[in-house]
């Protein structure tokens, strides 16, 4: 040892060194460390060291742990310098040391690696160990490309992987989350022992924030199927459970718990959890047998630890099923542990409460709340009640308002089907009454809580469900009671709400008493609607709506408001329905008018207030008047004629009252009531004051005007106007206007007035009121101006000038001349004649005194005064009187001549028109004038008393008014007498017998009418004589009188009396005493003759010839002639009954009486009666005056009285004439008339009435016992329902001929002939048509509460007894049985039929269609009519035949019971109650049976055949419904058509096939062992039915499966062996054979000896099967069998090697190579494979079935495996060639073989060019598939991936694939080991692709990622989130 030391760089160092003797390994090893390998080789070969040692010495320098070297080597190029170095040194060492350095060298790149494992692979040689681990760590490079994803090669990595526990390293990938480095571990070594078994650990590994997804998916196809003990399946089970868990109670993830937790169903697991072999991969025949028995195992050891996890699992499966569900679909926020808390109740009304705003309510509702409760099968409908009840509990005063009536208002529309959760894709159903009834609760609770007043939302939601409720009160009890309480609730609220709104909060509206007052309060209150004052008086029974009305429009009176008025009666007219007689707006104007009328005659006229108060009440009643005018045009076609006409005359009666007084008040200021408008006194009175004050008066006080000789000014309009209103003529107004001027003196205004009313008079018959008028006019003037003339004549009055004196006179006798000449053809001519003549007479003398003008008479003109009123008449009149001798006299005093002219004028104007007792019209008017206001007594009437002219005194009118008739001539004839002696003194004779003549003619015409043209008239002259002497008149008076008027002899008497009697009939008036005398002075046949041609006049009165025919009668018994006696009493009978007639407006021919048969007036006796108000008497009478038959006027009398039903005391009125009929055939046929076809069918009483007369007189009849019966029940019993229009239409058509009489006799108006005519005129317009609905009820009011008795006892009673009957009327309607002679159970049969049919109506319109298109609609409906169906199949409860079955146990009859029972059922829809009603049917056919045995014999046979053949239509019944039921209950409906035609057990097996065909595999794929058990159970149900069993059915179907041919799918048919698309087939899910399979495996799994069935049918000699069909049931026998259950029957290994030789047995046959099954499995497979080369080498089926057999039997022969592969390429079986090669690179024996890498490209690469250019969908999962195995394979480094890329690349360059070809691309650039070339390879074809394309080819790859989730058996995971393709194409994009 020594010290040495250095300064280098200036830096000293000391080293200690030692020196020690060498050794030449250790001098070899000290080189070999220091890198010194050269010197190291120099030495070796100095020192005699073999180089062998040196070259492995440095090679294991090479590996010594911490070496360095390999990091200087930074290109490619060194790397494989370096390792050409290496292998170079490897060649001198041993192989076992060469291999083990290849493998455990590392360096920095991945094609030197792969370098070092092929010379390892090559000096492994036939070593099965150094084999296996090269092939090992082969295997982890490829595995490690796949996990490191790195470029460059991270050796450091490699060499720490490559010696690693793969279990360690999967849990430190899991602990990193890293799923696909995990999967592609688990992938890549499924042999590694460790990694399987601690599989568990490794997934417990995975942090909480794992891609759930990706882990779920791997799981899923890759590691739960390949658990093979039952503690790894519990340790993963229990780690699902608990990370679910902790998902979501941590991370708040349900959805990713609900993904794992469903893991624990092997029924979501690809192939059912069975196989996890690929779909698309190759199985040879061994691997067939071995993937069934693998399967048996698995399913074996594992079935009871997968069935306990399922089971624990379930219950948490749904929890987080429903929190994902409420997370995703609600929006709702829970943790399992929260959701565990609550029930799904709660929860349902959290999603309602947790919204705060009612508007969101709705969508909630509809969106969250509904959904979720029907999701759970929870009633809603309930629920929402809970919550609101809930809410309005808790909410102060009404803040509860707005939520729950949001909430009724969604119930409402999901109940009524508007709008409901899902609404496009779940039917609507009609609403269950349940729900109607808890929304009814809700509602109401609602409105009793609700405050006054309530909110529209309240109002709304009471009105809404009581239109739901409509529709089914009818039939639910309970319901029709709710809607009852919602009706009156809702109507306390409105009268709650009214009172309220009135200021009345507090009002007890329970205090009845105060109703009224209340009533009239608010009915006065100016302010309250017309709508509330009607609401109050609905509200109580006592109080009437038209009272209502009244009580409202007498205020609106009161206030004057015209318009208001008249819109009230509008508003009635609207309101108010019209209905039958009653019009409601006349009732009540009717009475407002009375009592405005009322009122206005009890109000006391005076003041403003008054006038006020007139004026308002006026305006209304004129506005009401006004109104019913319109209303009455507008509803003519509505309102009855008999109510039209009252309506009519009440508008024209009050209208010209009421416009009257409006009218006076508003034009003269004036103040009339409607009493005094009635009062002509009153009228007249109104008149004169009116006239006196505004025209007269004013014109009459001017200050230099003489009233006297005042003109007449224009009379204002207004006063016309008044008069006309006052209902005054023009002539009347006239002749007032005349009285008045008369007391104001203004004599010339009257005069000129009289004058104007001639002239208006008429020259041709003037109208007989107006010359009354004119009449009474002059009369006035008369009396007026003459006592005016008479008191200017007298001593102690001074004299007029003669100008007015003259004028007056003349004016009077023109006045009366003018009405003389137009009143020539008029009764009064006379009278005018006579009062021209005296005022002629006096005119006459006053130009003779000495204030006349004395040359008047020879002037050309008349005087001034008289010029203008004698111009028009004086030529006509100068003719008449130019011969005239002119008296030339003294010139007379003035005074005292005019005097006694004035007097004798008065008292000539007194005397009496006619003979005393005769009557005339009283034609005096009220003179003011007069000394006396009375009026004077008529003319021709005697005084009382007699008063003497001492007694009057001075006033001679008053004298002359007193006398007696008999005084008055005398006082004429003294006066006459004074006139014509003051005349003769003054020498003017002809004056004085002028004056004497005027004097004789009008006293003789005073006494008796005396013709002018007779001049014999002595006898005349005598009896005026003593009319004179009587009156007091001195026989010397009288004979100078007389004497200076006679100038004729007497002739003969009957001449004389002759010629009176002529003129006594032609004169107007008739002296009957007088005719009487006449004629019987004169010769009786001139006097017979005069008489009868009087009284055969046809202008006659009947009364004059009534008179007439009495004096003839009188003449008769005087001449004893009976011809003429008759002759009278005929024309007097005729007369006086014509006359009745014509009072009773009755149209007849006057010819009918003058000529008189029965046959002609027996038709009058109707009508009379109708309008005599049934007066028997008179009808009798005249009946007895025409010899007419009594008893037929009886009779008719009887008819009327029986079918008329307003006649009073009909019973007495009949009872008291009916004995006087003696025929008792006629009175029965008239009863029985009116029974059948007058007598009202609801009018019970006058059918009783009749019925017991008919009784009376037919005592043995059983049909009136019938009658009589049926009318004592309906007396006692009460219509339900109202009468239906057919009904009323029927009664109608049967009543129609007394129907007109009816109405007559109903008739409320005076004016019934007008009624009459229009009711005639509708009939005889309308023969046959129907009057509305209305007028029939108006018609037949009883008809509301009555039943029509005709209805019920004619031919068919069922058509009235079906609308009445009910449950509660049945009982009562049932004594009607025996008297209608119907059977008792028709009732009750007829009852369940209309409940039926109710029910069946209600279920049609219970579903509602949405607004859509037409086949929407279609579809919609038929959706809800399955919905609806399905929910009574799975109803359990038979309501409606509960309701019905109380009814059927009331039948007598069994075989009724029975039928009715059927046709129940055949009604019901197929349900719980149809199931029922068959029961209960079948049940009494079991007691009918035996009722039956007891019969006698002959009867027994006969019915009991007929009992078994209805037993077995009951049979068939039931199970027609016992099998609908079942499949609507599974939702199998679409089988029902199938079980129509099944009639024995034959045709049931094939039905429950079809059913087993369409539903076993469509339940399989959808859920699992729940529904497969839930299918049997309805199979096993379905079988009961038709008496068979599921043994049966199932062993029938296995053995139908299993002799079917197998069916090989179309897409493996590339691979061309049997055997190996049949493994093909049954993996492929989708298709026949698989299909059938699952089929067979679910019927094994329900019967017994499945092993046997399948052996026995493996192993049959039975012809026609193939080996396939045979292999097929082995396969399916070692899929659910073990080993133990096969070795019960057979040994298992026989088994097996019968099963494989099956499948080669099959091949062979389709190859062309003639084999049995002995000789294959005796043969060496070798042999065989070698020989079948030799020959069929060509054939590419041959070729496949040589590399099966290597394959199965693992012979090595490298050779014939080169050679294979050439053919099945060369034959374009790229797909069957993956399959091999991923099969020989996992045998050792092949696993040399350096072609396979070769191979595998080629096979790849073509086959995925091949997919790229198909057009198939199914290119996903076929690229899918061949990836995976590509990713399985220990050969995937030597696939070369940039290849395939770039031949896609340039296959998707054009066509229609290039779309596929691009994606294949990106996936293999994604799915294999990362290559720069590749890379380049895509960037550099996507760079030029336009956006669509582009687009397209990422919606590709997503298609992929959607492929690879749910086809998930693929065996392959693509971490698409870290995706090259797509990660290089968004940087691509990002770029541009």
Request: hydrophobic content about 45%.
């Amino acid at each position: 040892m020594f010290v040495e030391g250095s300064a280098d760089d200036g830096t000293q160092r000391l080293f200690l060194r030692q020196l020690q003797e060498a050794v030449p390994l250790e001098r070899l090893d000290h080189f070999l460390r220091a890198g010194r390998f050269t010197e190291a080789q120099a030495f070796a070969e100095s020192a005699g060291i073999p180089l062998t040692t040196v070259h492995r010495r440095r090679l294991e320098e090479l590996l010594r742990p911490g070496n360095e070297s390999f990091a200087a080597l930074r290109t490619e190029d060194d790397a494989h310098r370096f390792v050409d170095q290496t292998l170079e040194l490897a060649r001198h060492v041993d192989a076992a040391f060469s291999v083990d350095l290849c493998l455990r060298l590392a360096v920095p790149t991945l094609d030197a690696t792969r370098r070092l494992l092929a010379h390892a692979q090559q000096q492994a040689g036939d070593n099965p160990e150094l084999t296996a681990r090269v092939g090992e760590t082969s295997r982890r490079l490829g595995t490690w490309s796949m996990i490191g994803d790195t470029e460059p090669f991270d050796w450091r990595g490699w060499s720490v992987f490559r010696a690693a526990d793969l279990a360690a390293c999967a849990r430190a990938y899991a602990a990193q989350g890293d799923v696909a480095r995990v999967s592609a571990i688990w992938r890549r070594h499924p042999n590694d022992t460790r990694l399987r078994d601690d599989v568990a650990g490794a997934v417990q590994g995975f942090p909480m924030d794992t891609d759930a997804r990706a882990l779920v998916a791997w799981l899923r196809a890759e590691v739960l199927p390949a658990l093979a003990t039952p503690q790894q399946w519990h340790g993963i089970a229990a780690w699902i459970e608990q990370r679910a868990r902790v998902l979501e109670a941590k991370l708040q993830q349900p959805a990713d718990a609900l993904q794992l937790v469903a893991l624990l169903d092997p029924a979501t697991w690809p192939d059912g959890g069975a196989l996890s072999a690929d779909t698309n991969s190759l199985l040879t025949p061994q691997q067939l047998i071995d993937g069934s028995q693998a399967a048996a195992r698995w399913a074996g050891g594992l079935a009871a630890e997968l069935d306990n996890a399922t089971q624990s699992c379930a219950f948490l499966r749904q929890q987080l099923r429903d929190v994902a569900h409420l997370r995703t679909a609600h929006g709702m926020t829970l943790t399992l542990d929260e959701y565990a808390q609550l029930s799904y109740s709660m929860v349902a009304t959290e999603l309602l409460d947790r919204v705060a705003a009612p508007e969101l309510l709705e969508a909630a509702y509809f969106e969250h709340f509904e959904p979720y409760a029907r999701r759970h099968g929870l009633d809603y409908a309930q629920l929402v009640r809970d919550y609101c009840l809930e809410v309005m509990g808790a909410a102060v005063d009404s803040a509860w308002e707005p939520r729950v009536l949001q909430l009724l208002t969604c119930l409402h529309a999901s109940i009524g089907g508007k709008r409901a959760a899902g609404q496009d894709s779940l039917a609507q159903t009609s609403p269950r009454t349940a729900q109607v009834q808890t929304l009814s609760a809700v509602t109401l609770e609602a409105m009793r809580r609700s405050a006054i007043p309530w909110s529209d939302g309240v109002n709304t939601a009471a009105h809404r469900v009581l239109a739901l409720m409509e529709r089914y009160a009818d039939t639910e009890e309970e319901l029709a009671r709710t809607q009852t309480e919602v009706r009156e609730q809702l109507r306390l609220m409105r009268l709650r709400r009214m009172l309220q709104a009135h200021g009345l909060p507090d009002t007890r509206i329970s205090d009845t008493r105060m109703a009224h007052t209340l009533l009239q309060w608010l009915a006065r209150r100016p302010s309250a609607d017309m709508r509330d004052v009607l609401q109050l008086a609905d509200a109580y029974h006592h109080l009437s709506r038209t009272a209502a009305y009244v009580m409202r429009l007498q205020t609106l009176c009161e206030t004057g408001t015209a318009d208001d008025a008249a819109a009230l009666l509008h508003f009635i007219d609207a309101e108010e329905p019209v209905a039958g007689r009653s019009y409601i707006p006349l009732e009540v104007a009717r009475r407002t008018l009375c009592w405005v009328r009322e009122a206005l005659d009890s109000m006391t006229f005076g003041g403003d207030a008054s006038r006020t108060e007139f004026r308002q009440l006026t305006a209304a009643a004129v506005a009401i008047v006004r109104t019913l005018d319109t209303l009455a045009v507008q509803r003519e076609q509505d309102i009855e004629s008999s109510e039209l006409a009252r309506l009519r005359k009440l508008v024209d009666a009050e209208g010209a009252a009421l416009r009257t007084m409006w009218q006076l008040l508003a034009d003269g200021n004036l103040m009339v009531s409607p009493g005094e408008l009635e009062q002509l006194s009153a009228r007249e009175q109104i008149l004169a004051d009116i006239l006196r004050q505004q025209w007269l008066e004013p014109c009459a006080s001017g200050p230099d005007c003489a009233p006297e000789t005042l003109g007449l000014p224009l009379l204002p309009a207004r006063i016309r106007t008044l008069a006309t209103m006052l209902r005054f003529t023009p002539a009347q107004l006239s002749t007032t206007i005349v009285t008045q001027c008369l007391s104001l003196r203004l004599f010339t205004m009257a005069l000129d007035v009289c004058q104007q009313l001639v002239d208006t008079l008429q020259t041709r018959e003037p109208p007989t009121d107006d010359v009354d008028c004119v009449l009474r006019a002059l009369s006035a003037c008369e009396r007026g101006v003459g006592r005016f003339l008479a008191e200017l004549a007298s001593d102690d009055k001074p004299a007029l000038p003669m100008t007015l004196h003259g004028m007056l006179v003349r004016r009077l006798a023109a006045v009366c001349q003018s009405a003389a000449l137009k009143c020539a053809a008029q009764a009064h001519l006379v009278r005018f004649l006579d009062a021209h003549a005296c005022w002629s007479l006096a005119s006459t003398v006053f130009d003779q005194t000495t204030d006349g003008d004395f040359s008047l008479l020879t002037r050309a003109e008349s005087s001034r005064g008289a010029d203008a009123e004698l111009g028009d008449t004086a030529a006509w009149l100068s003719d008449l009187y130019a011969d005239l001798y002119t008296e030339r006299g003294l010139v007379l005093d003035t005074a005292p001549a005019m005097h006694r002219v004035y007097q004798l004028i008065s008292a000539l104007l007194r005397l009496p028109a006619v003979n005393v007792g005769d009557a005339e019209p009283d034609l005096a008017i009220s003179d003011p004038g007069s000394p006396s206001a009375a009026p004077s007594p008529a003319r021709g009437k005697a005084a009382a008393v007699s008063v003497t002219p001492a007694a009057m005194g001075n006033d001679d009118a008053a004298y002359l008014e007193a006398l007696e008739p008999d005084y008055v001539r005398g006082e004429v004839v003294r006066r006459c007498g004074a006139l014509v002696s003051t005349l003769s003194r003054n020498r003017h004779w002809m004056l004085a017998v002028q004056a004497a003549e005027l004097t004789t003619s009008q006293l003789a015409r005073s006494s008796f009418v005396v013709s002018h043209e007779d001049p014999d008239d002595g006898e005349a002259l005598g009896q005026l004589r003593r009319r004179l002497e009587a009156g007091g008149v001195e026989e010397a008076e009288v004979a100078e009188l007389l004497g200076a008027a006679a100038g004729t002899d007497a002739a003969d008497v009957a001449n004389l009396a002759s010629r009176s009697l002529v003129r006594a009939l032609q004169q107007p008036g008739m002296d009957a005493p007088f005719i009487f005398a006449c004629m019987l002075s004169a010769a009786p046949p001139t006097a017979y003759q005069h008489l009868s041609t009087a009284m055969s006049h046809s202008g006659l009165l009947p009364a004059r010839v009534v008179a007439l025919a009495g004096v003839g009668a009188a003449c008769s018994q005087v001449w004893q002639q009976q011809a003429l006696l008759d002759r009278c009493r005929s024309v007097a009978a005729a007369a006086r009954w014509s006359e009745q007639l014509r009072l009773l407006r009755l149209r007849f021919d006057v010819a009918l009486l003058s000529d008189p048969t029965p046959e002609r007036l027996e038709p009058l006796v109707r009508p009379m009666l109708i309008r005599t108000n049934m007066d028997i008497g008179t009808l009798l009478e005249f009946a007895d005056a025409f010899r007419l038959d009594s008893t037929f006027v009886i009779l008719e009398y009887i008819s009327l009285c029986c079918s008329a039903p307003h006649v009073d005391s009909y019973q007495a009125r009949v009872l008291g004439v009916a004995d006087e009929v003696a025929n008792p055939k006629l009175l029965e046929r008239t009863y029985t008339d009116a029974l059948e076809n007058c007598i009202s069918a609801y009018d019970y009483e006058r059918l009783q009435f009749v019925v017991q007369r008919l009784q009376e007189l037919r005592p043995q009849d059983a049909i009136l016992s019938r009658h009589a019966a049926v009318l004592d029940i309906l007396c006692t019993y009460d219509r339900k329902y109202p009468p239906a229009t057919d009904e009323l239409h029927a009664e109608w058509s049967r009543t129609r001929a007394a129907r007109d009489a009816n109405r007559r006799i109903c008739a409320e108006t005076d004016d019934t002939s007008a009624m009459v005519a229009a009711a005639v005129a509708d009939t005889a317009g309308n023969p046959t048509g129907m009057p509305s609905f209305l007028e029939l009820t108006a018609e037949n009011p009883l008809a509301a509460r009555r039943l029509p008795f005709h209805g019920l006892v004619g031919s068919n009673p069922w058509t009235t007894l079906l609308t009445e009957l009910s449950t509660e009327t049945v009982d009562m309607l049932l004594p009607l049985a025996p008297s209608l002679e119907i059977n008792e159970d028709d009732f009750y049969m007829n009852l369940i039929d209309s409940l039926l049919r109710k029910w069946r109506f209600n279920d049609t319109t219970g579903t509602t269609s949405s607004d859509t298109t037409s086949s929407d609609t279609t579809s919609s409906d038929e959706a809800a009519a399955a919905l609806a169906a399905y929910e009574r199949a799975m109803d359990k409860t038979p309501t409606r035949f509960n309701s019905i079955q109380h009814l059927i146990r009331c039948f007598k009859d069994p075989e009724a019971a029975i039928s009715t029972i059927k046709h129940t059922a055949d009604e019901f829809p197929c349900g719980p109650d149809r199931i029922a009603a068959l029961k209960m049917g079948i049940k009494l056919l079991h007691k009918w049976g035996q009722y039956i045995k007891r019969t006698p014999d002959p009867e027994r046979k006969q019915v009991m055949a007929k009992a078994e053949t209805i037993y077995l239509h009951f049979e068939k019944s039931y199970a027609d419904a016992m099998t609908e039921i079942t499949l609507r209950r599974n939702r199998l409906e679409k089988y029902l058509p199938l079980f129509s035609n099944v009639g024995d057990a034959d045709s049931a097996i094939r039905v429950l096939t079809t059913v087993f065909e369409g539903e076993c595999t469509a339940q399989l794929h959808r859920s699992g062992r729940d529904e497969s058990e839930q299918l049997h159970e309805v199979l096993r149900k379905l079988a009961a039915i038709y008496d068979t069993s599921l043994e049966t059915l199932l062993q029938t179907l296995l053995t139908r499966y299993l002799e079917s041919p197998v069916e090989l799918t179309s897409s493996s048919a590339e691979l061309q062996l049997p055997s190996t698309r049949y493994q093909a087939s049954i993996r492929h899910m989708q298709s026949d054979e698989a299909l059938l399979r699952r089929r067979v495996v679910y019927i094994l799994g329900h019967i017994s000896e499945s092993v046997r069935l399948l052996l026995s049918f493996a192993y049959s000699n039975k012809a026609g099967i193939s080996c396939l069909s045979r292999a097929r049931a082995l396969d399916i026998l070692f899929s659910v069998a073990s080993y133990d259950d096969i070795a019960q029957q057979q040994q298992p290994e026989d088994v097996r090697r019968y099963f494989q030789a099956l499948l080669y047995l099959g091949d062979f046959e389709y190859a062309g190579i003639p084999q049995t099954i002995a000789d294959f499995l005796d043969c060496q497979k070798a042999a065989l494979a070698r020989s079948i080369w030799v020959e069929h080498h060509q054939n590419p089926k041959a070729v496949q079935l040589i590399c099966n057999l290597c394959l199965d039997f693992g012979f090595n022969d490298q050779e014939l495996v080169l050679r294979m592969f050439p053919r099945l390429l060369a034959a374009k079986l790229f797909r069957y060639v993956v399959g091999v090669l991923d099969i020989i690179s996992t045998m050792p024996c092949y696993a040399s073989i350096d072609e396979l890498a070769g191979f595998w490209n080629q096979a790849v690469s073509s086959y995925l060019l091949q997919l790229s250019r198909s057009d198939g969908s199914d290119w996903i999962g076929a690229a899918l598939a061949v990836l995976g195995t590509c990713i399985r394979s220990p050969h995937l480094l030597n696939i070369d991936s940039s290849s395939m890329v770039q031949s896609l690349v340039r296959n998707a360059s054009g066509g229609d694939t290039s779309s596929i070809a691009l994606c294949l691309a990106c996936v293999v650039f994604d799915v294999f080991p990362y290559r720069r070339a590749s890379k380049e390879c895509l960037l550099s074809c996507i760079d030029g692709m336009d956006p669509e394309p582009l687009g397209q080819l990422v919606q590709g790859l997503l298609e992929f990622d959607n492929a690879e989730t749910v086809a998930s058996s693929s065996q392959l995971s693509i971490d698409w989130t870290g995706s090259r393709s797509l990660t290089a194409i968004f940087d691509l994009i990002d770029e541009h």
